[in-house]
């Protein structure tokens, strides 16, 4: 089968085959029934990786063009779903510029029963009642709150509550370097909009931070995989990368990594910001965990030994005690804050005043005590996790207990499919986000992230030893196909 592929465009090769092949079903060129290519010949015949033709079928599978069963192959489906009519006409040729981003296949999954996919905290363990009551205040004293825009770069009374809590942690700035943004994903994007375009490029960990992968990637910025140990990020490594390409901007999480879990020395972080010094360019430190150590708190953020507005700083406050209302800080400085503002007006005007005020005060005056007990549950919560692969976890699987952060980070033996593991999982109500989610481009990974922080105790408990269960008999039979095999 043949499919006109166009390498360095915007559009991934695993888009342009599954748009094509959709193209082929809907038209009817391709009857139902027929059956598809395997995996392995149509990557050898498109000469593309094996993944990029996995991808492709995955997302025919998920939008109902074709059905795929284990052993047998992809058949297109009997009844394809048609769009309604006048409508395929236009809008399937109509240009779009957006990647096709893999962080929303993640929350797509949202109905599982056993949601390890999802790095947040449960709601039990968040302080939702207490900022509840202070919203509520605001709602039925200050209703004006809902009457007015605010300030682009951010309510200036939470901008100074959030200069010392900065100020607490190492990083001592001025309020008006300060901007509150709606969730670190948007610093993220206006970074990306503001000074990524076509060609640039952009450093970053392997494996990182999905939603960071896919809007660098959206800009159609050249993203360079950094490979990584346990200090965190190989800078000696990108040393030599950056004199081969020059880097526009560096993309890090320093403290207890999404999805690996590792922290960046404080030696590492020194040569990282020399690097970024001396290429003249960014550093993105985005930094949602820091404050959910379990025994030793981590080293300085990067923003903290930044003198000369190399570092744009960005910390959420969704993890940590309310994901709803949207609200993280970013520290910058000098020409690249004002250049970040007003890409924050052009794109919402300011984040709600409501959800800012409603925060302040309990980051104000409760956060540091909540934040303390908070560490405790989580690092009961991880070693729970951690009794339960010990025991559970069949050989070949390897992993390393975190110091902080939400995430364990599993490496699982080669002879597990991960993507039919993931089906398999998902059908008994358990999900998982597969490694290859969190690496830029289309390699393979034999890890997955399991957070333990997103369900009530018994719940991860009963969730992760019937996942472990799964895995083991996975690994069994897959092991007894090969022994015959062999
Ligand atoms: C590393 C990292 N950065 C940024 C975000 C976005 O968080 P938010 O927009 O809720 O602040 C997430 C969310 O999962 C994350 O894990």
Redesign the pocket.
Known sequence: MHIDLLRGTEVSLPQQISGTLAQRITSGLLSPGTRLPSVRTLAASLAVSQMTVSKAYAELEKRGHIVCSQGKGCFVAEEVKQPAEGMASWQDGYDDYLPRAQLWRNFDSLKVQYPFHL?SIHHELLPLADIGRIMAKLVTEHPELMGTYGNFQGDLELREVMRAHLLDRGIPLHSSELMITS????G?DLVARTFVGPGDTVYMESPS?T??IDVFAGRGAEIIAVPTDSEGMRVDVLTRMCDRRKPKLIYT?PTFQ?PSGVTLSMARRQRLLELARSYRCLIVE?D?FSDLYFRQAPPLPIKALDREGHVVYMK?F?KVIA?GCRI?CVAASGDILSRLIAAKSASDLGSPLLTQRAVLPFIARRYDAYAAKLRISLRERMEKAAQLLKQYAPPGVEWAPPEGGLNLWLKLPAAINIRELHGLAEREGVSFLPGEVCQAGDQASPYIRLCYSQMPEAEMVQGLTQFLQLLARQLGSSNRTNDSAS
């Open positions: 790095a969730g670190t994903q948007q993220i931070y939603g960071a999480l999404n985005d949602p959420s969704s994901p993280a």
